[in-house]
């Protein structure tokens, strides 16, 4: 999956792991004058050097702040001297979204991901498929008549959306119907971003699990962290003063291995002005959590956002409520529909979503033996990061976590 969509907001008890000097400017340097991508080689040059030497010096100053500073005090004074800044009133959010897989597999074999597993896989051995962009139209015009216009498209599940040779007008049908639509990408595929300069994006999300290729290997499997810090240099040259760039997010999917590079992660992005986020990565397809509940599945024991973790931290409390199911469906390249986005894309599909109603769909969803199963064992919650659940549930699985991933940045 290009990336995991709901905002986790983790509050428990730890320290921040000591920060580490990853690597050396000097590979800066090589690693993105190699590219073309990047332009005009000493300005490039000179902008890496900049990014990585500044990083420790201000990284003891923000540190300093930090322990110095109350947080109610830093925020009084921000909001004095930068009152424009202040947060706006959330805007009302789309109430269904539509996952859509607009081609039919992954360029990466991520360990946590069913892509990279071969009982799993829609990927291993299989030719990539693209969806037509009748079949994309046809979608965009029954969301609408189905929802009355009040939804919202994400052109990713468990795909790579900038495999599809004809991804920018997708999202400019997307924008002729008035459809907010976003992408998320893994940036190891070398996309031609000026294409998307003329279109609107209501998020663009960009996953990583690393800034050096040793820790990025662990998660990203198959892919390398050499083409992805070269494309955001490139979206950065090329799209910075693009109408979407303020909906750039780099995602850092947090496990065991990789929080000592967070930092230098978020100041990198920082200096292209990207907002960057953390998440939790955790076990999928949903096969897995199933699995986990009782023992840690081969190959991820490093990801410490377990389902046995959780369920012991919600104990007996359950849900029949589910976002997952309720307000979002996944639709794969032909536009056939499951239960929900963290079943596996080899799973059963139950029908297809221009043939039938929406009421029939979400019928068929809701009486499915897979979400009576997963809404009996927790699972609903633990996909969810039980950021919908009351706040002594949301506590419990907080306190449950080994450390406090906001905490991290």
Same mark, same amino acid.
């Given at each position: 999956m290009?990336?995991? =969509?709901?905002v986790?907001?983790?509050?428990?008890? *730890?320290?921040?792991? !000591?920060?580490?000097?990853?690597? %050396?400017?000097?590979?800066?340097?090589?690693? /993105?004058?190699?590219?073309?991508?990047?332009g $005009?080689?000493?300005?490039?040059?000179?902008?890496?050097q900049?990014?990585?030497?500044?990083?420790? &010096?201000?990284?003891?100053?923000?540190?300093? #702040? !930090?322990q110095?500073i109350?947080?109610?005090?830093?925020?009084?004074?921000?909001?004095?001297v930068?009152?424009?800044?202040?947060s706006?009133p959330?805007?009302?959010?789309?109430?269904?979204?539509?996952?859509?897989?607009?081609? %039919?597999?992954?360029?990466?074999?991520?360990a946590?991901?069913?892509v990279?597993?071969?009982?799993?896989?829609?990927?291993?051995?299989?030719? /990539? =498929?693209?969806?037509?962009l009748?079949?994309? &139209?046809?979608?965009?015009?029954?969301?609408? &008549?189905?929802?009355?216009?009040?939804?919202?498209?994400?052109?990713y599940?468990?795909?790579?959306?900038? +495999?599809?040779?004809? +991804?920018h007008?997708?999202?400019?049908?997307? $924008?002729?119907?008035?459809?907010?639509?976003?992408?998320?990408?893994? +940036?190891?595929?070398?996309y031609?971003w000026s294409?998307?300069?003329?279109?609107?994006?209501c998020n663009?999300?960009?996953?990583v699990?690393?800034?050096?290729?040793k820790?990025?290997?662990? *998660?990203?499997?198959?892919?390398r962290?050499?083409?992805v810090?070269?494309?955001?240099?490139?979206i950065?040259?090329?799209?910075s003063?693009?109408?979407s760039? !303020?909906n750039?997010q780099?995602r850092?999917?947090?496990?065991r291995d990789?929080?000592d &590079?967070?930092?230098?992660? !978020?100041?990198?992005?920082?200096?292209?002005?990207?907002?960057?986020?953390?998440?939790?990565?955790?076990?999928?397809?949903?096969?897995?959590?199933?699995?986990?509940?009782d023992?840690?599945?081969?190959? /991820?024991?490093?990801?410490?956002? %377990?389902?046995? =973790?959780? =369920?012991?931290?919600?104990?007996?409390?359950?849900?029949?409520?589910?976002? #997952?199911?309720?307000s979002?469906?996944?639709?794969?390249v032909?536009?056939?529909?499951?239960?929900?986005?963290?079943?596996?894309? %080899?799973?059963?599909?139950?029908n *297809?979503?221009?043939?039938?109603?929406f009421?029939?769909?979400?019928?068929?969803?809701?009486?499915?033996d897979?979400?009576?199963?997963?809404i009996?064992?927790?699972?609903?919650?633990?996909?969810?990061?039980a950021?919908y659940?009351?706040?002594?549930?949301q506590?419990?699985v907080?306190?449950?976590l080994?450390?406090?991933?906001?905490?991290?940045?």
């Amino acid at each position: 999956m290009s990336g995991q =969509r709901l905002v986790p907001q983790i509050h428990c008890h *730890n320290r921040v792991p !000591k920060l580490k000097r990853p690597t %050396s400017n000097t590979y800066f340097a090589r690693l /993105l004058l190699r590219h073309s991508l990047v332009g $005009n080689r000493i300005s490039c040059y000179r902008r890496i050097q900049i990014i990585v030497s500044t990083r420790q &010096e201000s990284m003891a100053i923000q540190s300093l #702040l !930090k322990q110095a500073i109350p947080t109610s005090i830093k925020d009084r004074v921000k909001n004095i001297v930068y009152p424009q800044l202040s947060s706006p009133p959330a805007a009302k959010k789309p109430s269904f979204e539509f996952w859509i897989d607009v081609v %039919s597999g992954c360029n990466l074999r991520c360990a946590a991901c069913p892509v990279g597993m071969p009982e799993y896989t829609n990927s291993i051995g299989k030719q /990539l =498929r693209e969806m037509s962009l009748d079949t994309f &139209e046809k979608i965009c015009v029954k969301a609408k &008549e189905d929802t009355s216009g009040d939804c919202r498209f994400g052109l990713y599940n468990w795909t790579e959306p900038t +495999l599809h040779s004809q +991804l920018h007008e997708l999202i400019a049908c997307a $924008n002729r119907h008035e459809i907010p639509v976003g992408i998320s990408s893994n +940036l190891n595929h070398l996309y031609d971003w000026s294409l998307l300069k003329p279109l609107d994006l209501c998020n663009f999300t960009i996953t990583v699990s690393g800034f050096t290729q040793k820790v990025y290997a662990v *998660n990203h499997k198959g892919g390398r962290i050499e083409p992805v810090l070269t494309n955001l240099v490139a979206i950065s040259r090329l799209l910075s003063d693009w109408p979407s760039y !303020k909906n750039i997010q780099v995602r850092y999917l947090v496990h065991r291995d990789n929080r000592d &590079e967070i930092a230098t992660f !978020k100041h990198f992005c920082e200096k292209l002005g990207m907002k960057f986020e953390v998440y939790h990565a955790y076990y999928m397809p949903i096969d897995k959590m199933f699995e986990g509940l009782d023992h840690v599945p081969d190959g /991820l024991e490093y990801i410490e956002y %377990s389902p046995k =973790r959780v =369920r012991d931290a919600i104990g007996t409390y359950r849900t029949s409520q589910c976002a #997952l199911r309720d307000s979002q469906v996944v639709l794969d390249v032909d536009g056939n529909f499951g239960v929900c986005c963290v079943e596996s894309p %080899s799973a059963k599909q139950i029908n *297809n979503f221009l043939e039938v109603s929406f009421a029939e769909m979400q019928k068929s969803r809701f009486a499915s033996d897979l979400c009576r199963r997963c809404i009996k064992d927790g699972i609903n919650v633990l996909a969810t990061y039980a950021q919908y659940e009351p706040a002594h549930v949301q506590e419990s699985v907080n306190s449950a976590l080994p450390f406090n991933l906001q905490e991290l940045v």
